[in-house]
């Protein structure tokens, strides 16, 4: 069965500085996409950013980035630069089989 | 592009009365959609599954005659939560795809209902 596992309940970065939210994840599948997602108070869920796991490089999108270790099945997302926007919660997810399985997620709280 | 819509967007009920939640893909033609369950501060939880013209499939634990899912068309999926009690009151949120872009899920803005 496929699992996601994020283990910070709640994250705090001061505005302008760079965090690191953390997620593992357990599947016994070779082709998979892993996703980190954002739900800002709206509720409105926000694809922030997409790996496949057949891609060695680590995806990229402005200021958010991730650093995929497949071995490890380690899928962290780096947001630089944070503004105060970012502040919301987040879930990292996996999907295979079409389903998407989600983690608990991380609360970012971002300070002025 | 890839816009999904809910309605309504909130909704309050009496206990044991039935409600439908409706999921429209505006913009494109929907062949999978799913309905997720939220309570506050948690993660959403898969409810069902479901493909245009089928029967729904359910996840594990989820009553099926409680949570009655429709797909009736490539735009339109529906969710009717039957004799409804307080214990169902959540934020529902659904989410569509499309059959070419398999890594991809839009999700509408969810609903929350409230049963009194």
């Known amino acids: 069965a496929q699992t996601v596992t994020q283990s910070q309940p709640e994250m705090s970065v001061q505005e302008a500085e760079t965090v690191t939210l953390s997620c593992t994840y357990d599947?016994?599948?070779?082709?998979?996409?892993l996703f980190w997602y954002k739900q800002p108070p709206s509720r409105q869920m926000i694809l922030v950013i997409r790996q496949e796991a057949y891609k060695q490089q680590n995806a990229t999108e402005n200021r958010f980035s991730v650093n995929f270790q497949k071995a490890a099945k380690s899928f962290s997302l780096k947001i630089s630069d944070s503004q105060l926007g970012d502040a919301a919660m987040y879930f990292c997810?996996?999907?295979?089989?079409?389903?998407?399985?989600f983690g608990q997620g991380t609360t970012l709280q971002v300070k002025p | 592009g890839a816009v999904v819509s809910q309605h309504p967007s909130w909704v309050i009920c009496k206990s044991g009365t039935s409600v439908k939640i409706e999921c429209r893909s505006l913009d494109f033609q929907a062949t999978t959609m799913f309905w997720y369950r939220q309570f506050p501060k948690q993660s959403l939880m898969l409810m069902a599954t479901?493909?245009?013209?089928?029967?729904?499939?359910?996840e594990q634990g989820v009553e099926k005659d409680k949570f009655l899912i429709n797909h009736a068309s490539l735009t339109l999926s529906t969710l009717t939560v039957t004799s409804a009690h307080p214990e169902d009151s959540s934020f529902y949120i659904c989410s569509a795809s499309v059959a070419d872009q398999t890594y991809e899920q839009y999700f509408g803005p969810g609903t929350r209902l409230t049963v009194t």
């Open positions: 599947t016994s599948e070779s082709d998979y996409y």
């Open positions: 997810a996996s999907r295979n089989t079409g389903k998407l399985i």
């Open positions: 479901s493909n245009e013209g089928s029967k729904a499939t359910y």
